[in-house]
C-alpha cells in the first residue's frame, strides 16, 4: 500500500503531514524539534528518509532513516584539506542546500549541494561523500562565483536525468546553471540569454543568479528558472534561455518555481517585492501560473490572505504532485490547493518559518 506525506522543513524541525483514507491532509508527526532542518525528501530509489540539517553553532549535519522516526546521523559532507573558497580561503561546509537521488538504475547514488559551492555524491548511500572535483575545479569558480544573499556561491538545484544519469544540472547562486553529460568529471555552463542586471556585464556567462531551477519530468528539455532579474525558460535543455517575465506585470522577482510534470507549457511562482524589500507584493498573497510557455499569466488569490500578508516564499517552499500544490512562507503558513492553483486552503498557520516542502510517496 502507497502512502503520501507531505516533508517541511522548518527552521524549528522537520514536520510531516499524512494523506489520509478520507484524501485529507492531517499533521502527522515532528522530528528534530527545535533544530532548522534546510531540505527533506525521501529518495525515490530506496525508500530511504533524509533531512539535512542546520544545527548553527554545531554546523550541518546530515540524518537518514528507514522509516521517519529511528534516524541515523552520518558523517556530512566534508571539504578536504587544502581546498579553498579564494586563494588563502580553507573551505569548509557552510550549509547543506540541495539533495537529489541519482537515477533509478544508480539506487544508493546521491548528491548534496552546499554552500560554498561544492557539489558532493555518494554512490553508498550516503556512508561516504565525495567532492565532485570536476566542479569544484572549474577554472571560472575562484574568480566568477559569489554569493547572492549569504556570504558565499551555493548549490541550489540539482536535476538528474530520468534518461540518462550521468547528466545533470546544477543551479548556482551566483554561477548560473551548469551541465554535465559524464556524471561529474566535466561541467560547462549553460546561461546563454540570461540577464544579471547587478554584473558590469548583464549578459556575461559566469555570475548569473538562478534562485531554482526546475523542469517538466516527461520533457526534461524544458526548464524553468526563478531568477534574481526575473523568470526564465528553455526549450533546448538550456542551450538558450528567453525572458518570459510578466511585463508590466507582478510574475516577476521570486524564488521558488514549481514546472507541470507532463505539460511543458505549465509552471507556477509566487510573486514577491524586489530584493530590497521581500514581502508579499501589495501585501497580498497569490500564486502565478503560466499554461502558454510563459507568453501570458494568471494570478489566483481565491484563500490566500489578501491586505495584510508580509510572506514571501523560499526557493525550496514550493512543490507540485499531479494537481495538488503545496506552499510554505517566511512567516510559518501553509497552504494547499487541490486545483492547480485557482484556490487554496490553510493547512497551518503556526508552523516556524518554513524552508523546504516536498510530496513524496512511500510504498
Not at 503558513?333 to 516536498?358: A, C, D, R
Amino acid at each position: 500500500m502507497t502512502q503520501e506525506y507531505l516533508l517541511i522543513g522548518t527552521r524549528k524541525g522537520l514536520i510531516t503531514y499524512k494523506l489520509s483514507q478520507g484524501s485529507k491532509w492531517k499533521y502527522h508527526d515532528t522530528q528534530f524539534l527545535g533544530i532548522p532542518v534546510t531540505i527533506a525528501t525521501i529518495d525515490k530509489n530506496t525508500g530511504y528518509w533524509w533531512a539535512l540539517l542546520d544545527h548553527g553553532h554545531w554546523g550541518c549535519k546530515v540524518h537518514r532513516s528507514k522509516d521517519g522516526k529511528n534516524w541515523e546521523e552520518l558523517e556530512a559532507p566534508k571539504y578536504p584539506e587544502g581546498e579553498e573558497i579564494k586563494d588563502g580561503v580553507p573551505a569548509s561546509t557552510k550549509l547543506l542546500w540541495a539533495f537529489s537521488n541519482g537515477g533509478q538504475d544508480r539506487p544508493g547514488t546521491v548528491y548534496v549541494g552546499t554552500e560554498p559551492g561544492g557539489l558532493f555524491k555518494s554512490t553508498d548511500n550516503g556512508d561516504n561523500f565525495e567532492l565532485v572535483k570536476g566542479l569544484w575545479d572549474h577554472p571560472s569558480r575562484k574568480e566568477q562565483w559569489f554569493g547572492g544573499g549569504r556570504d558565499h556561491p551555493g548549490i541550489h538545484s540539482i536535476l538528474v536525468d530520468p534518461t540518462n544519469s550521468d547528466h545533470v544540472y546544477i543551479g548556482i547562486s551566483c554561477a548560473g546553471v551548469f551541465e554535465t553529460w559524464d556524471g561529474g568529471d566535466s561541467w560547462h555552463p549553460m546561461n546563454k540569454g540570461l540577464k544579471a542586471d547587478f554584473l558590469p556585464d548583464p549578459d556575461s556567462e559566469i555570475g548569473q543568479d538562478p534562485h531554482l531551477v526546475d523542469w517538466c519530468k516527461t520533457n526534461p528539455k524544458v526548464m524553468w528558472q526563478q531568477n534574481h532579474c526575473g523568470i526564465f525558460r528553455t526549450i533546448d535543455g538550456g542551450q538558450s534561455w528567453s525572458d518570459i517575465t510578466e511585463k508590466d506585470g507582478i510574475a516577476n522577482f521570486g524564488f521558488a518555481v514549481a514546472a507541470h510534470e507532463t505539460n511543458p507549457d505549465v509552471a507556477w511562482v509566487v510573486p514577491g517585492v524586489s530584493d530590497v524589500m521581500r514581502v508579499a507584493i501589495d501585501q497580498s498573497l497569490c500564486i502565478s501560473r503560466t499554461d502558454d510557455g510563459g507568453k501570458s499569466w494568471k494570478h489566483f488569490r481565491k484563500g490566500l490572505p489578501q491586505a495584510t500578508a508580509f510572506d514571501i516564499t523560499y526557493r525550496h517552499a514550493l512543490a507540485l504532485t499531479g494537481e495538488t500544490l503545496v506552499f510554505g512562507t517566511t512567516t510559518g503558513n501553509l497552504y494547499l490547493s487541490e486545483n492547480e492553483g485557482e484556490s487554496w486552503s490553510t493547512l497551518s498557520n503556526n508552523l516556524p518559518m518554513v524552508h523546504s516542502v516536498e510530496f513524496c510517496q512511500v510504498s
